[in-house]
């Protein structure tokens, strides 16, 4: 019955078809467009077209000496290498590695162990170990995803729709339609409850104790969302106790969501039930929600 009632709650005029769009399509573009810009170079050892996809910039090396700036990618294993005026010259790609580290030095670029000549891109050699490659300033240049500056010059540009193909772009329309969604049929549910909770009484013991024991699971989950995120502004981090009120959220929404199925009620009942069901659900979003919260504080982000 309950499971029922939220179905019915969840049909979809136009208004959800579109947050549902928006919060898909979000996702699988960033997915896709990370897992697109992956290059798996066989030919490591020779140069390279230019890189013009949508790949985030990882880090900008500059070399005046030579007058080059060096444009890294970390999921192609890519490095685009220009004049300091944005004429493209040459570029050099290793096979596709996680997490690559870029240096310039002694005259050598550096992928991680694939080593370069700075100065025209010719292969130089492969180490047997990853040498330590120390943190590099950049002067002069700046960046950001995808264009790199001199003062107040673009020198590298690329289209304004890469924007659109960001992860954490991406993340934020599907977070944030998620969210719009979420408001307004708790909204719904809000003005439903309000009205239903007036003319009906909950006879069933059973449905009396999982209601109060979900109204006892949403004061615990904003507590703890509260706590974690006073204790982060002392600079504690107790994050890790979130994982216990998540099991404790699943395993006794398991055994309430079946004690209601087996519960016969009207449909005023149902609409008080549901309430505290989605009660329960967006308490512990906002327990998750502490987590992030709580990094931010600390200045994990």
Not at 15 to 37: E, P, Q, S
Not at 80 to 92: C, K, M, R, S
Not at 153 to 182: H, K, Q
Not at 250 to 275: A, R, Y
């Amino acid at each position: 019955m309950l499971l029922k009632k939220w179905k019915e709650w969840k049909e979809s005029p136009l208004w959800a078809n579109i947050l549902y769009v928006l919060f898909a399509g979000a996702i699988l573009v960033g997915l896709l467009t990370r897992v697109v810009c992956i290059r798996d170079t066989n030919k490591y050892d020779q140069i390279q077209p230019e890189l013009r996809f949508p790949d985030v910039i990882t880090d900008v090396l500059h070399d005046p000496e030579l007058g080059q700036i060096y444009v890294c990618y970390n999921d192609a294993s890519y490095v685009n290498i220009y004049t300091e005026d944005g004429e493209f010259l040459w570029a050099v790609s290793a096979p596709y590695m996680r997490n690559v580290d870029f240096a310039l030095m002694d005259g050598r670029l550096f992928l991680n162990s694939f080593v370069y000549d700075a100065s025209d891109g010719t292969f130089l050699e492969r180490l047997d170990e990853e040498i330590e490659i120390p943190y590099q300033e950049l002067e002069e240049f700046s960046f950001d995803a995808y264009q790199v500056y001199r003062g107040g010059e673009t020198v590298v540009s690329r289209p304004g729709w890469y924007w659109l193909t960001n992860f954490v772009v991406c993340w934020g329309i599907a977070m944030g339609s998620g969210l719009v969604y979420g408001c307004i049929i708790f909204a719904t549910l809000i003005a439903v409850w309000w009205k239903s909770r007036k003319r009906t009484q909950i006879e069933d013991r059973k449905a009396r104790f999982a209601i109060g024991y979900w109204k006892f699971k949403c004061a615990l989950q904003i507590l703890w969302a509260a706590v974690n995120v006073a204790a982060a502004c002392y600079g504690w981090d107790i994050t890790i106790g979130t994982i216990a009120v998540v099991l404790h959220f699943i395993v006794s929404g398991w055994v309430l969501t079946n004690i209601f199925e087996k519960v016969e009620q009207d449909e005023e009942q149902d609409n008080v039930t549901v309430f505290w069901y989605a009660c329960d659900w967006v308490t512990v979003i906002i327990a998750f929600v502490s987590v992030i919260a709580v990094q931010v504080v600390l200045g994990n982000f």
